[in-house]
């Protein structure tokens, strides 16, 4: 597991590029059977758009200055949680997820 995950939200525009490589690298490895409906440059270009413009919906796993993994919450559901190929199975969902539920039950109580 690693150590030292940091979760904060996600900052426009640094953190739209690194979210677009995890979400695109991590598709690649775990569904590489999976048609693609838009080329990368496509994708990158849809992040940058949507980080910025719901940023506070947006946090990432950051490990020593480098991000790792990202999730999008939106309302109360977990819309996307991505962890970069290489980082996974090592705590980076575990501790996104946990956030996740921690924010949830914060709008409840």
Do not use: C
């Not at 910025?52 to 999008?72: C, D, F, K, P, T």
């Amino acid at each position: 597991m690693a150590s030292g995950i940091e979760i904060r939200e996600a900052e426009q525009p640094g953190d739209a590029l690194d979210i677009a490589e995890i979400h695109l690298a991590a598709r690649r490895e775990a569904m590489p059977y999976l048609h693609l409906a838009h080329t990368d440059d496509e994708t990158r270009d849809w992040f940058a758009r949507m980080v910025g413009g719901r940023s506070a919906a947006w946090w990432v796993a950051r490990v020593e200055n480098q991000i790792v993994g990202y999730m999008l919450i939106d309302g109360e559901n977990l819309d996307h949680l991505y962890v970069r190929p290489g980082w996974q199975r090592r705590g980076v969902g575990l501790s996104l997820l946990n956030k996740a539920k921690g924010s949830h039950k914060s709008v409840r109580d």
